[in-house]
């Protein structure tokens, strides 16, 4: 037995504390008696008292306890795994240095891995109790002393993440209240695996307290790393106490809560709020891993949400048992998105919901769908529009969701107004690629194949009616006998693949069919399911259809959004994701990917804020995103505000939240939570829900008539007249006409809105398409855009976006090589290679009226210690995020020779003790910004006169 005792560094009271000494390595599988005392405790302040009693932290002083999780008292866990720290960079990640692993499979007749920690509770009460451990890895059970076993399974909620090595991250995670008692206490530990199941696992620390707790990577309570790397600030947000005395919470734009006017409704190609207000929605993506986090962290996650500008989120996650019955839904799911809702309710923001997704289902025997075994896919691509089975699942999960009571509310959600929007499926479609017999087994595709053949029967009287009409074009695979009509894959579909067949119209007739029944079977399954919505389960909200692409957008994109005219709300996502390979690229960033950083500003035609409108529908991007781990991102939230106000874009969500603290502590390929996103949230959502840029006139007004959809001619844009009206320069002599069309049409939309209006030669749609025209265009030669009405210049060759509106000004991209920026009123300069800086009133006057104006500059950022070499990640360094130190001035024009006082704010929006050069007179403002913050008030010394 070997013994460590703490000396002062150890234990100690009323501050944070670290451990002095190490454990011993034991050569003996058993270890006991390592430590005798291994607890920390601390008697911290709190973080001040909060605006809500749910929300942050409580009033009176709390205390905490920790303690290591490679500081047993008694345990049969091995010494060391591969698991265990390798270099101190990774002993670096984790509390204390090292954490309690174990790995490879149960043996027959082998003990339970476990172990026990003896602490000190000093008082009476009722502790919130988390573990840092390895992601979702280890299911085990544990208790205090000999009160009943409690579990901890595989589906738990990630508080945050840290990547130790790649396949290695640490998390926190919630594992509820306990009630102790003051005195000595044991808690044990033991790993739930039955013989020849895995038994991976990892623990590195454990915490109980009475206050709120704040998961931040390895650091204990009220500590901050401070770190950064040359060049860079720390973007470190702590605890927010949300008081009054944030100069920067957007939290009033909110309704005092979501929905107490009524639903959301549609008013022609418009959203409003129950009571008529004009509505936009700036949003993020959350998931169930958000909603099952501890109830503060959602309570928090909604309050900072609203404090940063946001009113809508969209819950994107499967409500289905995946290991029960596949008909039920799961109780504890609904629960938490139940409270989610509430949540956001109370914070004045909306909920859309996604629930549906067929990469999300894996297919069982015992499902009722057939044929799965008889293939490598198990995933139901595009069965929710044929198959009978797939729907009454599908409509027994929407039964579920939305018409059981939310005890939090006391109403269902089909009743409740603050659920905005319903989303029928995510991402599928019968005219992508992924409807494919590779992916749908024999049994599947004959029944589609049946629906095909009523389907022509129907339309031509009869199959050999059928065939006769297209002029031959018989398939070996058609059965008239058995009352089925083959169909061709999806590339036959396509512009390459009717080249290949243009020597047979009768094929090209026989495909042609094929599109018309595949969108005639999407609409209809669309039409049927918001019926079914509203008629049966008296929802009140509002339908989406999908969001998904097609194989050739060119040829297909205009009959999958006709199709989505069956619901209320046309949707789309898109990623601007420069190149990022190796292995699991799509979904993670790991040591040893090459990548290439790529910066939309110098990349307009890339973007997928690019929309094709539907006249007469309201349009969401409900999935946006610049990815990591390109370097330039910082212009995203000023080009999707900037741009989607432009278009009249009713909705743009960002995807996705990782932690409920909105705070990333490593770098995931989609989180929001780094200051180049989250970070320039204020200012962007304010000016996109303001409408600070006015929805300009049309770029292009496009009729389409919807025969020659079908027809698969497509629309090419290219071809739209008053094209040739946005151009502002002459074509160079040896430029291609074509080409140079191309070219301008996929730049036109930062010109205005790019409707289509899609006809059938009768009134399709119920509205008149407005004219396009403006004073805007295109000037290939000089690689530069202008919007209709001015208010946005886009020069994509130097790789600079300036704004200029009343109430809103800045500039985005590569600011250094520019020189000043003059933007009417307004005068900025910047040393920063890469920069966004928006400028915008607070109190919804003119900036040169203005009492209150934000000032918010980011450059770029990156994890603390992260390192590539010539595009491949050496390391992705660690929290926290370092952002590239500002270097910028602005001047800027006021009215009246007021006093002018210059604040910089934390990361929290609180005023910080901080000087900021700035000088007053002559009806103007000058401004250094400050260097390591990103937000900076400016106010009248006068402003709360009058008010």
């Not at 989303?423 to 194949?449: A, Y």
Request: glycine share 10%.
């Amino acid at each position: 037995m070997s013994t460590c005792l703490p000396d002062d560094r150890f234990f100690a009271w009323g501050r944070t504390v670290s451990i002095a000494c190490r454990r011993p390595r034991p050569s003996v599988e058993r270890r006991s008696g390592i430590f005798a005392a291994v607890m920390v405790w601390a008697l911290v302040a709190s973080v001040g008292a909060l605006a809500e009693a749910n929300v942050g932290g409580g009033e009176e002083p709390g205390d905490w306890g920790w303690w290591e999780g490679e500081a047993p008292i008694e345990t049969n866990f091995p010494d060391s795994t591969w698991f265990n720290p390798q270099d101190e960079q990774e002993a670096a990640l984790l509390s204390g240095g090292d954490w309690l692993t174990h790995m490879g499979e149960r043996e027959p007749d082998s003990e339970v891995p476990f172990a026990r920690y003896r602490i000190e509770v000093p008082k009476d009460g009722t502790y919130d109790f988390w573990v840092r451990k390895m992601w979702r890895h280890g299911p085990f059970r544990w208790r205090f002393d000999d009160g009943p076993w409690q579990v901890c399974g595989r589906d738990i909620a990630l508080a945050d993440s840290v990547t130790i090595r790649t396949h290695v991250p640490a998390n926190w995670v919630y594992l509820g209240e306990v009630d102790l008692e003051a005195g000595e206490a044991t808690f044990e530990l033991e790993l739930l695996a039955d013989e020849g199941e895995g038994q991976t696992a990892g623990f590195d620390a454990f915490i109980l307290t009475r206050d709120v707790f704040f998961p931040n990577a390895h650091l204990k309570p009220g500590e901050r790393f401070g770190k950064a790397d040359a060049g860079r600030f720390p973007f470190e947000p702590g605890p927010d106490p949300f008081t009054d005395e944030a100069l920067l919470d957007l939290r009033d734009l909110n309704e005092p809560e979501a929905g107490q006017h009524g639903p959301v409704r549609r008013e022609g190609d418009r959203l409003v709020l129950g009571d008529g207000t004009p509505v936009r929605f700036w949003a993020v993506n959350v998931a169930s891993g958000n909603a099952a986090g501890d109830r503060r962290s959602v309570d928090f996650l909604a309050r900072r949400l609203a404090k940063l500008g946001v009113n809508m989120v969209r819950y994107h996650s499967a409500l289905f048992d995946r290991d029960g019955d596949v008909a039920a839904i799961d109780e504890g799911r609904l629960d938490d998105l139940h409270y989610l809702v509430a949540a956001m309710r109370r914070e004045g923001i909306y909920v859309t919901l996604s629930t549906y997704f067929p990469l999300w289902y894996d297919v069982s025997p015992g499902d009722g769908l057939e044929g799965y075994d008889e293939i490598d896919n198990n995933k139901p691509f595009g069965l929710i529009y044929f198959n009978s089975r797939m729907q009454q699942l599908y409509r027994g999960w929407l039964e579920q969701m939305l018409t059981v009571e939310n005890p939090y509310t006391g109403k269902p959600l089909a009743r409740d107004p603050a659920v905005a929007m319903v989303e029928t499926v995510n991402e599928d479609s019968l005219f992508f690629w992924t409807f494919s017999k590779r992916n749908v087994p024999p049994p599947q595709w004959r029944m589609i194949e049946a629906e095909f053949a009523d389907f022509l029967a129907d339309r031509h009287g009869g199959l050999d009616e059928a065939v006769e009409a297209w002029g031959g074009a018989a398939h070996e695979d058609d059965d008239h006998e058995a009352g089925r009509m083959a169909l061709y894959e999806p590339w036959h579909l396509t512009r390459d693949g009717l080249r290949q067949t243009a020597r047979s119209e009768a094929i090209r007739n026989r495909l042609r069919d094929q599109a018309r029944f595949y969108t005639d079977l999407q609409k209809r399954f669309y039409a049927e399911t918001r019926d079914y919505l509203r008629d049966e389960l008296g929802y009140e909200g509002l339908v989406i259809a999908s969001n998904w692409k097609t194989a050739d957008p060119a040829l297909l994109d205009g009959l999958e959004r006709y199709s989505y005219t069956a619901a209320d709300v046309i949707d789309r996502h898109g990623y601007f994701d420069p190149p990022h390979e190796g292995e699991g690229a799509s979904f993670q960033v790991r040591t040893g990917h090459r990548f290439e950083s790529r910066a939309a500003v110098k990349h307009p035609g890339q973007l997928p804020i690019t929309v094709h409108q539907v006249a007469g529908y309201p349009h969401i991007i409900s999935e946006i995103n610049w990815p990591h781990p390109n370097r330039y991102r910082s212009d995203m939230p000023f080009i999707l505000a900037a741009y989607g106000s432009l278009q009249g874009i009713d909705g743009l969500y960002p995807f996705a939240m990782g932690s409920n603290y909105v705070r990333d502590t490593s770098m995931a390929k989609f989180a929001l939570g780094s200051p180049a996103t989250v970070g320039m949230f204020p200012a962007a959502a304010l000016m996109y829900r303001r409408g600070d840029v006015s929805t300009a006139p049309p770029a292009i007004a496009q009729e389409v008539m919807l025969e020659s959809l079908l027809a698969l001619e497509g629309e090419a844009l290219a071809d739209a007249p008053g094209l040739e009206a946005l151009r502002r320069a002459d074509r160079p002599a040896d430029a291609d006409e074509s080409a140079h069309r191309e070219d301008e049409a996929a730049l036109s939309y930062f010109v205005g809105p790019v409707l289509r209006q899609i006809t059938d030669g009768g009134d399709e749609v119920d509205m008149q398409l407005p004219e396009a025209g403006g004073n805007g265009g295109i000037d290939l030669t000089g690689t530069r855009i202008v919007s209709h009405g001015g208010a946005l210049t886009w020069d994509y060759g130097a790789g600079v976006i300036k704004l200029r509106s009343p109430r809103t000004v800045g500039a985005a991209g590569f600011l250094a090589d520019t020189g000043p920026i003059d933007l009417e009123g307004a005068r900025l300069q910047s040393g920063n290679e890469y920069a966004a800086i928006m400028v915008t009133s607070l109190d919804n006057r003119s900036l040169e009226e203005s009492r209150r104006i934000l000032v918010q500059a980011m450059t770029e950022d990156r994890p603390y210690g992260f390192r590539e070499e010539d595009g491949r990640i050496e390391s992705l360094g660690s929290f926290p995020f370092g952002v590239v130190k500002i270097d910028a001035t602005l001047e800027l024009a006021v009215a009246g020779d007021s006093q002018w006082k210059a604040t910089a704010l934390d990361e929290n929006g609180y005023a910080m003790d901080q000087a900021v050069e700035m000088d007053t007179g002559d009806g103007r403002v000058k401004l250094t910004l400050p260097a390591e913050t990103i937000w900076t008030i400016l106010k009248r010394e006068e402003a709360d006169q009058g008010q």
